[in-house]
């Protein structure tokens, strides 16, 4: 097999979103080529309940798929077709705006004041971005832990470990979404489509990315891999956890107005003005 060797690195950056939301962006829509199918990555981890309280409140979202990843505290969230939650530690939320949606997420934070997780865009084909929305709330106890030689554990959100398949399917991108960790001085090996964008967004502890890189990367780096058939990682003193994503590119045009992603601007320019006159919501 041909390991994937590491194509860029760089650090999430402090970013301010919602209603004065205090997080670390670790890519946008500055980067949405080199990242298709997915458009953002949020770290919105902290200890401060002032940088997080004011949370999000009612927006629009439109074209896109909205991945939630709760690994402390909780998310109140509620939207324009009657739906109401709340997302807690392990859980995670994957929502379709398709044709549109409203909705507002409020994070709350546990009872030591702190909020961790991690929300993540996926862009959705031209041919679905005007589907029908639907959620998708996986409580932590439906995700698998999948527990290797050499104490490597792997949440299975979305994709498959060996012969263990995460909760979340029928996603028109092919996505695998895992959480994993790797012990003190472990190593970690796992398949890859070719063609799939492939990144790893590391949480805690210290790990080198390739078979060849001697260099150790450690929290809010995030590695983009370049081509190969599998990822390799090799973990320090400390163990190194990480989420390891991949997808299907679309290699369509991209048209991004804050929450709202379209192919063309008119599109974009349209669901705008629907938002404004009250017909954003298109399916009930």
């Not at 991209?254 to 349209?270: D, F, K, S, Y």
Request: charged share 25%.
């Amino acid at each position: 097999m041909t390991t994937r060797k590491i194509k860029r690195v760089t650090t999430s950056v402090p970013t301010l979103e919602g209603a004065g939301v205090h997080l670390h962006r670790a890519f946008a829509n500055q980067d949405v080529q080199l990242f298709d199918p997915f458009l953002l990555l949020d770290d919105f981890r902290s200890d401060t309940p002032e940088h997080y309280l004011k949370g999000f409140p009612w927006h629009p979202h439109r074209g896109i798929e909205t991945i939630t990843y709760v690994l402390k505290g909780d998310v109140e969230h509620g939207d324009s077709l009657g739906n109401k939650g709340d997302i807690s530690c392990g859980d995670v939320q994957w929502m379709t705006a398709g044709s549109g949606i409203i909705h507002q997420e409020m994070p709350k934070g546990d009872k030591d004041g702190k909020m961790e997780g991690f929300q993540l865009w996926a862009n959705l084909p031209a041919a679905d971005k005007m589907m029908h929305p639907r959620y998708r709330d996986i409580k932590a106890a439906q995700i698998p832990t999948v527990r290797l030689d050499g104490g490597v554990e792997i949440k299975v959100i979305c994709g498959r470990v060996g012969e263990v398949s995460g909760p979340v399917t029928d996603v028109m991108i092919e996505p695998e979404y895992l959480d994993v960790w790797v012990p003190a001085n472990g190593s970690f090996r796992h398949p890859v489509p070719e063609h799939h964008t492939g990144f790893a967004y590391i949480h805690a502890g210290q790990g080198r990315f390739d078979d060849e890189t001697e260099r150790w990367l450690g929290n809010r780096s995030l590695v983009l891999f370049d081509r190969g058939d599998q990822v390799v990682v090799s973990a320090g003193a400390e163990g190194v956890r990480f989420l390891l994503i991949s997808g299907k590119p679309l290699e369509e045009p991209i048209a991004w107005g804050g929450p709202i992603v379209m192919n063309t601007r008119e599109e974009l320019q349209l669901a705008f003005d629907e938002y404004q006159n009250g017909t954003f919501i298109k399916h009930k």
